[in-house]
T-cell receptor, first 111, second 116 residues
Framework: DQQVKQNSPSLSVQEGRISILNCDYT??????FLWYKKYPAEGPTFLIS?????DKNEDGRFTVFLNKSAKHLSLHIVPSQPGDSAVYFC??????????FGTGTRLQVFP | DSGVTQTPKHLITATGQRVTLRCSPR?????VYWYQQSLDQGLQFLIQ???????AKGNILERFSAQQFPDLHSELNLSSLELGDSALYFC???????????????FGEGSWLTVV
């Protein structure tokens, strides 16, 4: 049972444009959501997070939006840069418990 | 460098064999998490230890076991290996019992296990 789903395995975006990565979840008890970025041969690194009491959190070029009624999470990267090319995982937790990850979306930013 | 060290980085073994993956958490971190990433799969949570005690269990097979030692390093034991166990196994550590914020949990580079 995949509680956190990333239905797009890959995304290709031109440099300078907006990248939008989507994530859906099924467990309404999730109260904390995170995005991780992973380069090849490296472990995932934390990117940005959002608590369920908020609907938006922004950090530089990265913004995470949370729509609780739709059980949907999205990550916006503006403007996209070639260095953003990586696999992005969304993750969720209940009451600060273990992280449940999605399957990942491979983002490629081309010049 | 996250400060989380995993060994070995790569391992090739035959079906039916047993292997041990090792994780040294960041200095001072009490929680250790193990995750499995298979082809086309996300990061599947296996198990968590906090200060030597098992705290949470995920989709960990009975053939797999883990422990956390007094010096806080952890080992993941995989036995009776099958081809489907080939995956990247990540260890993560945190100074807290749970996930307080994203930047309190750090991942190692992973151990690549190939079962042939």
């Amino acid at each position: 049972d995949q509680q956190v789903k990333q239905n797009s395995p890959s995304l290709s975006v031109q440099e300078g444009r907006i990248s939008i990565l989507n994530c859906d979840y099924t467990n309404s008890m999730f109260d904390y959501f995170l995005w991780y970025k992973k380069y090849p041969a490296e472990g995932p690194t934390f990117l940005i997070s959002i608590s369920s009491i908020k609907d938006k959190n922004e950090d530089g070029r990265f913004t995470v939006f949370l729509n609780k009624s739709a059980k949907h999470l999205s990550l916006h990267i503006v403007p996209s840069q070639p260095g953003d090319s990586a696999v992005y995982f969304c993750a969720a937790s209940v009451n600060t418990d273990k992280l449940i990850f999605g399957t990942g979306t491979r983002l490629q930013v081309f010049p | 460098d996250s400060g989380v060290t995993q060994t070995p980085k790569h391992l090739i073994t035959a079906t039916g064999q047993r292997v041990t993956l090792r994780c040294s958490p960041r200095s001072g971190d009490l929680s250790v998490y193990w995750y499995q990433q298979s082809l086309d799969q996300g990061l599947q949570f296996l198990i968590q230890y906090y200060n030597g005690e098992e705290r949470a269990k995920g989709n960990i097979l009975e053939r797999f076991s883990a422990q956390q030692f007094p010096d806080l390093h952890s080992e993941l034991n995989l036995s009776s290996l099958e081809l489907g166990d080939s995956a990247l196994y990540f260890c993560a550590s945190s100074g807290r019992q749970g996930v307080i914020s994203g930047n309190t949990i750090y991942f190692g580079e992973g151990s690549w296990l190939t079962v042939v």
